[in-house]
T-cell receptor, first 114, second 113 residues
Framework: AQSVAQPEDQVNVAEGNPLTVKCTYS??????LFWYVQYPNRGLQFLLK??????LVKGSYGFEAEFNKSQTSFHLKKPSALVSDSALYFC????????????FGAGTRLFVKA | EAQVTQNPRYLITVTGKKLTVTCSQN?????MSWYRQDPGLGLRQIYY???????DKGDVPEGYKVSRKEKRNFPLILESPSPNQTSLYFC????????????FGPGTRLTVT
C-alpha cells in the first residue's frame, strides 16, 4: 500500500539553530513530492515541491528540502529556525500516474523556542 | 485575490441531520478535492473531481457525497451525519494534471453530536 511517514510527532529546536523535519514515502514510480505548512486556524499553505532534477529544492520562507531516491526520503530543512516557523508541517506525495490522488503524512509539529 | 472559500467555518449539528459544506474557487482550476484532518492521521482524501461532472472516491468516501455542476463549486454533502464524521474538513483545488501544488480553503470544523 502507498504511504507517507513522518516519524516525529513533534520537533523542538532553539531559535537560530538548524531544523529538519523528516519524511519518507512508499510510492512506486517517480512521484511528485510536496511540503505544506499549517498555521493555527488556517488552511494548508504550499512550501515547496520536488518534480525532477536537483535533489535540493528551495521554497518559501527560507525552507529547503532534500530528495533522496535510494532512501525514498524528502526531508524539510532550514538553516536557521525562527519562532514564527512554529507550525504543523505536512509531507505529501502524488504518484506520477496522471491521477489526482494525493497521500499526506500525519504531520509534524515544529516548536521553535526563543 | 485568488482563493478557495468554504462555508460554514464552524458547524455543530446532530446525528442524522443532512448538511452541506460549500467550497468555491476563483482560479478556474480543473481539479478540486475534499479532505478530512484528524489528529495523528494527517489529511485523508474523501472525494476529488477532475472537472465538471467528473468525480471519484478518495480513501475515505463512506458517508459523503459530492457534486460538481460548475467548475468553481464543489460542495460536500453529509446526508446522515454520524459522530465519527466529527472532524476538520478542507477543500483544495489545483490547475489539473502536472506537478501543481494545491490551494487550500480555510477549513470547516464539524461537530456531530
Amino acid at each position: 500500500a502507498q504511504s507517507v511517514a513522518q516519524p516525529e510527532d513533534q520537533v523542538n529546536v532553539a531559535e537560530g539553530n538548524p531544523l529538519t523535519v523528516k519524511c519518507t514515502y512508499s510510492v512506486s514510480g517517480n512521484p511528485y513530492l510536496f511540503w505544506y505548512v499549517q498555521y493555527p486556524n488556517r488552511g494548508l499553505q504550499f512550501l515547496l515541491k520536488y518534480i525532477t532534477g536537483d535533489n535540493l529544492v528551495k521554497g518559501s520562507y527560507g525552507f529547503e528540502a532534500e530528495f533522496n531516491k535510494s532512501q525514498t526520503s524528502f526531508h524539510l530543512k532550514k538553516p536557521s529556525a525562527l519562532v514564527s516557523d512554529s507550525a504543523l508541517y505536512f509531507c505529501a506525495v502524488r504518484p506520477d500516474t496522471g491521477g489526482f490522488k494525493t497521500i499526506f503524512g500525519a504531520g509534524t509539529r515544529l516548536f521553535v523556542k526563543a | 485575490e485568488a482563493q478557495v472559500t468554504q462555508n460554514p467555518r464552524y458547524l455543530i449539528t446532530v446525528t442524522g441531520k443532512k448538511l452541506t459544506v460549500t467550497c468555491s474557487q476563483n482560479m478556474n482550476h480543473e481539479y478540486m478535492s475534499w479532505y478530512r484532518q484528524d489528529p495523528g492521521l494527517g489529511l485523508r482524501q474523501i472525494y476529488y473531481s477532475m472537472n465538471v461532472e467528473v468525480t471519484d472516491k478518495g480513501d475515505v468516501p463512506e458517508g459523503y457525497k459530492v457534486s460538481r455542476k460548475e467548475k468553481r463549486n464543489f460542495p460536500l454533502i453529509l446526508e446522515s451525519p454520524s459522530p465519527n464524521q466529527t472532524s476538520l474538513y478542507f477543500c483544495a483545488s489545483r490547475p489539473g494534471t502536472g506537478a501543481y501544488e494545491q490551494y487550500f480553503g480555510p477549513g470547516t470544523r464539524l461537530t456531530v453530536t
